[in-house]
């Protein structure tokens, strides 16, 4: 991929993140992105509160892949790296 597709890839994720973003605030977490492989799958890694919490894998399910996916539907999958 190259560096200006990916860079306008992240971008658009992190859009889609905006919107997930202040319901992990609120709780004193966040999720950062770390990486877009070439296959299409993103790399998050939970920040804050959301690193310990037991809801986190219903969190990546229900509220961070479906915005990603919901909005960029060539992603593949997301997962959690911590």
């Known amino acids: 991929m ?3 597709t990916k860079e306008e890839l992240l971008q658009r ?3 889609a993140l905006s919107s997930v973003r ?3 605030q609120v709780d004193g ?3 950062e992105v770390v990486e877009v492989t070439d296959d299409m799958h ?3 890694r939970w920040m804050g509160m959301c690193e ?3 809801m986190s894998s219903m969190t990546l399910r229900a509220g961070i892949s ?3 996916r ?3 539907p060539e992603i593949a999958g997301v997962e959690a790296v911590n």
């Open 22 to 24: 202040p319901h992990l």
């Open 13 to 15: 994720i992190e859009d």
């Open 70 to 72: 919901g909005k960029i």
């Open 52 to 54: 310990g919490c037991a």
């Open 2 to 4: 190259q560096d200006s």
């Open 29 to 31: 977490g966040d999720v």
């Open 42 to 44: 993103v790399k998050i």
């Open 66 to 68: 479906e915005a990603i």
